[in-house]
């Protein structure tokens, strides 16, 4: 392993296809399959947010993972270096600067949502639900966000947490935790979901995830969907520019994303699924927002024998997930750090995570002492997860579509991603260029020009 290489990212650890797809798919599934694709579906009136969604990931999503995946291997270096490497001339490398400041801006409430899982699992191990009916999941949480020193407590153990897994360098072990994991939890999942549909009531929560009522779109719900396709794949931000400068020259970089997406959005509709039968069978309201997966989980397990073994599992196998998106996410400052600026890996680390924690007091607080503090209209959690998702990552998505399209063009891109000609692949690639090129560019900008009132339609 070369000096500067990350510790679980060097070049032979993805030596296979599956390291490959492991590594990609545990920074894609994390929170925003359990806990934002639920909530914001809730928020945005449901079906349609979802049709939306839908398209904003295979239009949009797929094409700029796809992108980063070129990047990534033709430069094999960091999301900034990477820019630099492939056109010395001109400040594209701005694009992986954006990155890097949308790693932290997440983190900031990311680490507050995971702390938010992690203490659930105590909870639900300790029997907080054991005494209650399944419709009073909401006030054991309130109370818990309410009050400022738990919750601020649970963010500063998830940061240490996943800043000692770096620096031990123990990621790799993670990894493999993950790739083990991943298939339990999806199982898990599949009981809620059986649990859920069998409820009374259930069917109107499926109605109301599948039956989508158009009257409800409007520029801002278009932009969440893009927000949170972007969020969800964990693109737009060097991630995954980062990850394909270690996927070996052999791999079907198109492929891998394909898989990536179509799994990864499955993970979101089960989830989905478990999680508004509920809301509809226990008269809970579908749009409580970042509340959501934390009031209804509860109550679907509490309705289910052997519950609380479940549901303390499910806690554990999310607690897992989030864990894996987070190191993906301190990865990016980290590796640009240590690269660019010959930082040590530790020092690099303690450092990022710091300001992580420091910063993301003020997420925290949103739900406490802060709740009344606004900026823009907005709490600090929603500033901090609005302007990363819905303005910093869309931003990338333009500037990295425009980057494959233009500058590396047709040539580089035909040669790279179809590993010089031996996969039987152009015509697909044909369409690719047409999208990145043009389409998603585009896309991209209408939605946020609209959605920020600059022009609107
Ligand atoms: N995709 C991760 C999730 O859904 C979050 C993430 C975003 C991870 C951006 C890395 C980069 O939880």
């Known amino acids: 392993m070369g000096k500067h290489e990350p510790y679980h990212l060097h070049r032979e650890g993805f030596a296979t296809s599956l390291g490959v797809l492991a590594a990609t798919l545990g920074s894609a599934v994390g929170l925003g399959n359990i806990w934002k694709f639920p909530y914001l579906t809730g928020q945005n009136g449901g079906a349609a947010f979802v049709l939306l969604y839908l398209v904003c990931v295979f239009f949009i999503g797929l094409p700029v993972m796809i992108s980063e995946f070129i990047i990534g291997r033709r430069a094999k270096a960091n999301c900034v270096t990477a820019f630099q490497k492939l056109e010395p001339n001109r400040p594209w490398y701005l694009t992986g600067v954006i990155g890097v400041i949308s790693a932290f801006l997440i983190m ?29 999941t909401a006030k054991v949480f309130n109370s818990f966000i309410s009050s400022p020193y738990a919750p601020l407590f649970w963010q500063w153990v998830v940061l240490v947490v996943i800043s000692v897994i770096i620096i031990a360098g123990v990621t790799k072990g993670i990894e493999r935790m993950t790739k083990t994991l991943l298939p339990i939890l999806f199982v898990l999942l599949v009981i809620c979901d059986i649990r859920a549909l069998t409820l009374p009531g259930a069917a109107k929560g499926v109605a109301y995830l599948f039956k989508p009522d158009l009257t409800k779109i409007t520029g801002a719900v278009v932009l969440s969907a893009l927000g949170l396709a972007f969020f969800k794949l964990s693109v737009g931000m060097g991630c995954m520019t980062t990850y394909g400068s270690y996927i070996g020259n052999n791999e079907n970089m198109p492929r891998n994303a394909i898989r990536v997406v179509l799994a990864d959005t499955f993970v979101s509709i089960l989830a989905g699924l478990a999680i508004f039968p509920t809301v509809f069978a226990f008269g809970f309201k579908p749009d409580a927002g970042a509340s959501l997966l934390f009031i209804t989980i509860p109550a679907v397990f509490k309705a289910m024998p052997g519950g609380q073994i479940f549901m303390v599992l499910f806690f554990v196998l999310s607690a897992i997930a989030a864990t894996g998106a987070m190191i993906s996410l301190l990865e990016v400052p980290v590796a640009y750090l240590s690269e660019q600026h010959n930082w040590s890996r530790p020092a690099a680390t303690v450092l990022s995570a710091l300001v992580m924690g420091v910063i993301g007091i003020l997420a925290t607080l949103s739900t406490s002492v802060l709740s009344k503090t606004l900026v823009l209209g907005k709490t600090f959690f929603d500033l901090f997860d609005f302007v990363s998702s819905n303005i910093c990552l869309p931003l990338g998505g333009i500037f990295i579509c425009l980057f494959v399209g233009w500058v590396l063009g047709r040539r580089v891109v035909l040669d790279e991603a179809s590993n010089h000609g031996r996969l039987n692949n152009e015509a697909f690639l044909h369409i690719y260029l047409v999208v990145v090129r043009y389409v998603a560019p585009v896309a991209i900008l209408i939605v946020l020009l609209n959605a920020l009132g600059i022009f609107k339609f």
């Not at 702390?115 to 009916?133: C, D, E, N, P, R």
């Open 108 to 136: 900031f409430f990311y680490t507050d949502v995971a702390g938010w899982v992690y203490s659930y699992i105590f909870k639900s191990a300790s029997g907080a639900f054991a005494s209650i009916h399944p419709s009073e």
